[in-house]
């Protein structure tokens, strides 16, 4: 059983289109997390959740909306897609926060606009 | 005030040879020193993690070396093996949920 579920995989898509990411988590934790991952690697924070409820919002175009229906879910939405947009987006999750918690990533979304 | 210098950025071992990765930071109001390793295609994974009121942490062939007053920690591995090529990353943690990750460091094992 997958812990860290999001989908999908790949993504391709042609700047200015709408596209979402979802993500689940089966592993009852509180909080769960969207980071985004550059072509040189850099790890960055794109939102916290904790119990549905946004907790970091790190400056992020407000093209991208996500959304927590429960606290195992958390999807990304992007709006009028950019080429600077592409990227890898991991889904994660804690138990309840970071501070001394292991955060479980899932295998990320590779986001490709063109 | 936020970052995590990590270097190098890149690293390459032979076999049987010991990887040695830095990580610093200027914010004393970390408290929590994970390492995480990413496999290509993968999602990065916990690999060891370290508290300020210790100075150092070993699991089999990792080892975290962490220093207070000179605010920096480093990643060992021992032993190094091919399989250990990942990229490797050092994060902070402050307040109950910001993780600040470093800017990785690519290594690999030669056979």
């Known amino acids: 059983d997958t812990a860290v579920s999001q989908t999908p995989k790949y993504l391709v898509t042609q700047m200015g289109n709408d596209k979402s990411i979802k993500c689940e988590q089966n592993l009852g934790h509180d909080t769960m997390y969207w980071y985004k991952q550059d072509s040189k690697k850099f790890l960055k924070i794109m939102f916290s959740y904790n119990n549905k409820e946004l907790i970091i919002n790190e400056t992020v175009p407000n093209r991208f909306s996500p959304k927590s229906p429960d606290k195992a879910h958390l999807n990304l939405h992007i709006n009028s897609l950019e080429l600077g947009d592409s990227a890898v987006y991991f889904c994660?999750?804690?138990?309840?926060?970071?501070?001394?918690?292991?955060?479980?990533f899932g295998e990320g979304s590779w986001l490709t606009v063109v | 005030q936020q970052q995590v210098k990590q270097s190098p950025q890149s690293l390459i071992v032979q076999k049987g040879g010991i990887s040695i990765i830095n990580c610093a930071y200027e914010?004393?109001?970390?408290?929590?020193f994970p390492w995480y390793q990413q496999f290509p295609g993968k999602g990065p994974a916990l690999l060891i993690a370290i508290r300020p009121d210790v100075s150092e942490k070993k699991e089999g062939r990792f080892t975290i070396s962490f220093n207070k007053s000179a605010k920096q920690f480093s990643l060992h591995i021992m032993d190094s093996q091919p399989g250990d090529s990942a990229t490797y990353f050092c994060a902070a943690v402050t307040g109950t949920y910001k993780y600040i990750f470093g800017t990785g460091t690519r290594l690999k094992v030669l056979a």
């Open positions: 994660a999750s804690s138990l309840q926060g970071a501070r001394g918690n292991t955060i479980y």
């Open positions: 914010n004393t109001a970390f408290d929590y």
